[in-house]
Each structure stands twice: as C-alpha cells, then as structure tokens.
C-alpha cells in the first residue's frame, strides 16, 4: 500500500524559505520518479515539481522557476522541496505523488505565506 507523509509547511512572510519533506512507503522508491503539486483555496491542484528516479532530470512551473528545488534521498525514501523567495500567490497546500501511482495522496502539508 502506498503511502506518502508530507512534512514541513508553515507560516513564513514573504521573502521567506520553508523545506518540505515527504517520505514514501509501500514501493521502492528508487524507481520511481515524484512529484511535488499545490492546491490553493478554490483552485484546482497542479503540478509545481518533478524529479526522475535518480535525481539527475528535474522540472518546474514557470511560476516556481528559479525560487523552487526539487531533490531527492533515496537512502531515506525521501523527496524535498526547498522552496525561497516565497511569495504570497504560493500559499497552498502542497503534495507530493508518484506518477505511476497518482491516485494515492498524502494528507499534504499547509504552506501560509503572509506578513
């Protein structure tokens, strides 16, 4: 059963950094690329983030671009999203998914950006 736990949100003001974590269970995680999505209030979820399975091919939303890091541990089964700059428009709640099993989703973790 896939399971993914994400960690690290928060209240930050603008101009700011956070690090999410999120750790995976139930397939391995070295053959898998992930993703990181966000979904604000009244919008639909969309993709922010994704990484190949070893890490060595990465992919943003140009809204992101340059501000955003996606990395990956596969020694912790762990993927991060080191994300600077933070702007307003980036509060959501954010996820992270395994494409190849993209109906199994985490509880999220909030992300406030506000001064």
């Known amino acids: 059963q896939v399971q993914l736990v994400e960690s690290g949100g928060g209240l930050v003001q603008p101009g700011g950094s956070l690090r999410l974590s999120c750790v995976a269970f139930?397939?391995?995680?070295?053959?898998?690329?992930m993703s990181w999505y966000r979904q604000a209030p009244g919008k639909e979820r969309e993709l922010v983030a994704g990484i190949s399975n070893t890490g060595g091919i990465t992919n943003y939303a140009d809204s992101v671009k340059g501000r955003f890091t996606i990395s990956r541990d596969n020694t912790k089964n762990t993927v991060y999203l080191r994300m600077n700059s933070l702007k307003p428009e980036d509060t959501a709640v954010y996820y992270c998914n395994a494409p190849r099993f993209s109906s199994s989703w985490g509880q999220g973790t909030q992300v406030t950006v506000s001064s």
């Open positions: 139930g397939f391995t995680f070295r053959n898998d690329a």
